[in-house]
């Protein structure tokens, strides 16, 4: 089956943009969960979806939002982006529960320029 | 509260050595643990999972793991290193109850370098 499919796979952008990352999960799962992964501080949650609503959330700031559509699918938005939004985001999906460990997606390489 | 250390930051071992990569954990409720390897540039790949069955898990590529209430361990073992091997690992702890349950905490990774 079809693993996480994670677009772009890279992006270039400039400070004060904003950007719009992508994540399809496996066909079935519903939970759809964001991090972003930087050498400095390492892997950090940002949110987690489930059914279409927002079911938890880490400690970013308002810049970062995010949504899930009818078909699992999840969207991460950055506004007004900063110098130190530059990171690897990974998307991973689970069936609800992360009893049984998450898929992650090989993730978007953002770099803001 | 749930938290998770990996005691070594970078762990190297000779190829066809054992390798060891240590995690200790903390949950005020039984725990659900996993490994995941992240090859460069690569997204996270799920080694193994405790789910409360048998303490002794067996993952994927020959790895293992023990979990050990007593000592609120769940370390990673490999009988023999491979060159493929090489990568960064990250254990996670999950609460299957209270308030942190459905949240996973990462572990701040181990980086296995193995040399020829």
């Known amino acids: 089956k079809a693993g996480v499919t994670q677009t772009p796979r890279y992006l270039i952008k400039t400070r004060g943009q904003q950007v719009t990352l992508s994540c399809s999960p496996i066909?079935?799962?519903?939970?759809v969960s964001w991090y972003q992964q930087t050498p400095g501080q390492g892997l950090q949650f940002l949110f987690e979806y489930f059914s279409e609503t927002q079911r938890n959330k880490g400690n970013f700031p308002g810049r970062f939002s995010g949504r899930q559509f009818s078909n699992s699918r999840s969207e991460m938005n950055v506004s007004t982006l900063e110098l130190g939004d530059s990171a690897l985001y990974l998307c991973?999906?689970?069936?609800?529960?992360?009893?049984?460990?998450?898929?992650f997606g090989s993730g978007t390489r953002l770099t803001v320029v | 509260a749930q938290s998770v250390t990996q005691l070594d930051s970078h762990v190297s071992v000779s190829e066809g050595t054992p390798v060891l990569l240590r995690c200790n954990y903390s949950s005020s409720y039984s725990p659900s643990l996993f490994w995941y390897v992240q090859h460069p540039n690569k997204g996270l790949q799920l080694l193994l999972k405790?789910?409360?069955?048998?303490?002794l898990v067996k993952g994927i590529n020959g790895f293992e793991a023990e979990f050990k209430k007593s000592e609120t361990s769940f370390h990673l073992t490999k009988p023999s290193a491979h060159m493929s091997d090489a990568a960064e690992y990250f254990c996670?702890?999950?609460?299957?109850?209270?308030?942190?349950?459905?949240?996973?905490?990462f572990g701040d990774g181990t980086t296995l370098t193995v040399k020829p």
């Open positions: 996670v702890v999950s609460d299957r109850r209270g308030t942190n349950a459905g949240k996973s905490t």
């Open positions: 066909s079935g799962h519903r939970s």
């Open positions: 991973a999906s689970s069936l609800g529960t992360e009893l049984r460990g998450y898929t």
């Open positions: 405790y789910t409360s069955a048998a303490t």
